[in-house]
């Protein structure tokens, strides 16, 4: 894939974290012009003011991250909840609103949710986290086929095992019990690396993918839900 994102603008948020300096370094390969916002959006006006400051976008990368509580389901308390949602689904809606009435109004633009396969799995101690991912996807799917007819694709990538400072820093890699479970649970044998699965994101905002809507796409190494 070579070039396949001349000419359009995309704004990446969180991108000093999670996948947003792969995300950044490869769309700029492919020819995109990329706004890289590093705010917070956690507040209820900070959704609109990055992409407002964004100017005219094409396509809107929704990178959110926030470190995943390890609370056994029965000890997980409202602050809690209250703060990992307020990362991770909050602003989710805020960004669509902010972004998607102008590609409904040229009706052309993109939006690619990064999300987690934790949602598609049970995992002990990651109730919250789990919950929180599970509603981005969510709301990809429900939001995605009311876009559909307007000419914007809404799709997400559910991610689990890929190669990211947020999730998989080096002292988790290096860990003899991680390169177990590694073993033990990924088919692949190894992560995914940050590169791929930035290559297949840009695919998923590039033209190409335009028949792909309300989509939830794993990138997670072989590992599957069970």
């Given at each position: 894939?070579?070039?396949?994102?001349?000419?359009?603008?995309?704004?990446?948020?969180?991108?000093?974290?999670?996948?947003?300096?792969?995300?950044?370094?490869?769309?700029?390969?492919?020819?995109?012009?990329?706004?890289?916002?590093t705010?917070?959006?956690?507040?209820?006006?900070?959704?609109?003011?990055?992409?407002?400051?964004?100017?005219?976008i094409?396509?809107?990368?929704?990178?959110?991250?926030?470190?995943?509580?390890?609370?056994?389901?029965?000890d997980?308390?409202?602050?809690?909840?209250?703060?990992?949602?307020?990362a991770?689904?909050?602003?989710?809606?805020?960004?669509?609103?902010?972004?998607?009435?102008?590609?409904?109004?040229?009706?052309?633009?993109?939006?690619?949710?990064?999300?987690?396969?934790?949602?598609?799995?049970?995992?002990?101690?990651?109730?919250?986290?789990?919950?929180?991912?599970?509603?981005?996807?969510?709301?990809?799917?429900?939001?995605?086929?009311?876009?559909?007819?307007?000419?914007?694709?809404?799709?997400?990538i559910?991610?689990?095992?890929?190669?990211?400072?947020?999730?998989?820093?080096?002292?988790?890699?290096?860990?003899?019990?991680?390169?177990?479970?590694?073993?033990?649970?990924?088919?692949?044998?190894?992560?995914?690396?940050?590169?791929?699965?930035?290559?297949?994101?840009?695919?998923?905002?590039?033209?190409?993918?335009?028949?792909?809507?309300?989509?939830?796409?794993?990138?997670?190494?072989?590992?599957?839900?069970?």
């Amino acid at each position: 894939m070579q070039n396949a994102l001349i000419g359009q603008r995309v704004l990446v948020t969180q991108a000093g974290d999670f996948m947003g300096p792969v995300l950044c370094e490869v769309f700029a390969e492919q020819g995109a012009e990329v706004i890289a916002s590093t705010d917070a959006l956690a507040e209820p006006d900070a959704a609109r003011r990055v992409v407002d400051g964004a100017g005219r976008i094409d396509v809107l990368v929704a990178n959110l991250a926030f470190e995943a509580p390890s609370t056994p389901a029965l000890d997980v308390g409202e602050p809690e909840w209250r703060e990992v949602f307020a990362a991770l689904v909050d602003p989710l809606p805020r960004l669509v609103g902010a972004a998607a009435p102008a590609m409904v109004a040229r009706r052309s633009g993109k939006v690619l949710v990064i999300g987690s396969a934790s949602a598609l799995r049970g995992i002990k101690r990651a109730s919250t986290y789990s919950a929180a991912r599970g509603a981005q996807l969510a709301y990809v799917q429900a939001v995605g086929v009311e876009l559909a007819p307007h000419n914007v694709q809404v799709n997400a990538i559910a991610q689990n095992f890929v190669d990211n400072p947020t999730y998989f820093p080096p002292q988790v890699q290096a860990n003899p019990r991680f390169q177990e479970r590694l073993a033990r649970e990924v088919p692949l044998g190894r992560l995914v690396s940050a590169r791929e699965d930035a290559m297949f994101a840009a695919y998923l905002c590039s033209r190409a993918a335009d028949c792909f809507v309300g989509q939830v796409f794993p990138v997670c190494g072989g590992w599957v839900a069970r």
